[in-house]
């Protein structure tokens, strides 16, 4: 293999992989909310919209990490009022009866707020800062890509040490695992759902500033965000974080090589055809 081709196959492995967090942390949104409150959040992809939109507009009037932090703070308000009032109508409903109201009631919420956004937001935007590429053992990367991975992983870890090391985490788990068992050791259900629900907003609206920060999405892309979330979460097991991380990188990887040497739309195919694989021969998921 001709040496300009490894430093290809590197620089796309580097790209993949910063893909691939991006997918592992939009995946984890969609299997926090579904495994502890049985609600597909279909609404996903429009919160990391308005985070990057907000970066977008904030970033003019105070710094950048500033602009980013706020706007990952409101969208999780704007996410803790929805959650407070209308999922609380779903959470009432049970089992097939909840999810389907769920789907019915995100699905809606996400067009309504694609509707509303559109309205002043019609082209495509992206998170206004330049980082210079750097070259390592001859593979030239791009800083936002390193970027992306070195802020993605601290995000998943921190989620990693909350859910494994302290007490809310491990009650969260609980709950995922048996609501019922879970009820009678004295943990308020209400409140871990609410506590998640808003936890997943954020790390959707993290998601979408670090997408912005390589790439320009606009109103319309939110969308194929909460497919592409979706899609991870049922590859991973839909309950299982581990295997959503996982699934993520796999799948981000793939896409990339696909999308350099096939073009961006067989990518596309290519990952609802990986999906299709993985839930044949492991209809579990990978976990």
């Not at 992983?153 to 068992?181: C, H, K, N, P």
Request: proline share 2%.
């Amino acid at each position: 293999m001709a040496a300009n081709q490894l430093v290809q196959i590197g620089a796309l492995l580097i790209d993949g992989l910063s893909i691939g967090l991006l997918y592992a942390m939009l995946g984890l949104g969609i299997t926090l909310v579904f495994g502890l409150g049985g609600v597909l959040n279909l609404a996903l992809g429009v919160f990391s919209i308005i985070a990057l939109l907000l970066t977008f507009e904030l970033t003019g009037t105070i710094p950048l990490v500033g602009a980013a932090a706020v706007a990952v703070v409101g969208t999780a308000a704007v996410g803790l009022v929805l959650e407070r009032s209308l999922l609380q109508l779903v959470y009432r409903s049970e089992g097939d009866d909840r999810l389907m109201l769920g789907i019915f009631t995100t699905l809606g919420l996400s067009i309504l707020l694609q509707g509303v956004l559109a309205l002043r937001y019609s082209g495509l935007f992206s998170v206004p800062i330049e980082l210079p590429s750097i070259r390592v053992f001859g593979v030239f990367i791009r800083g936002g890509s390193l970027v992306i991975i070195a802020l993605s992983l601290l995000v998943l870890v921190i989620m990693y040490l909350f859910f494994s090391r302290t007490y809310t985490g491990m009650a969260t788990r609980t709950i995922m695992q048996d609501e019922v068992g879970a009820v009678y050791c004295g943990i308020d259900t209400g409140k871990m759902r609410t506590l998640v629900f808003v936890l997943s907003i954020a790390i959707a609206g993290i998601a979408g500033v670090l997408y912005g920060i390589t790439f320009e999405a606009g109103v319309s892309d939110a969308f194929n965000l909460t497919i592409t979330a979706v899609i991870v979460s049922i590859v991973g097991g839909v309950t299982s974080i581990p295997g959503v991380v996982a699934a993520g990188v796999l799948l981000g990887v793939l896409t990339t090589f696909v999308s350099a040497f096939l073009g961006s739309y067989i990518s596309t195919i290519a990952l609802f055809g990986a999906a299709i694989i993985v839930l044949l021969v492991k209809p579990e998921g990978i976990q």
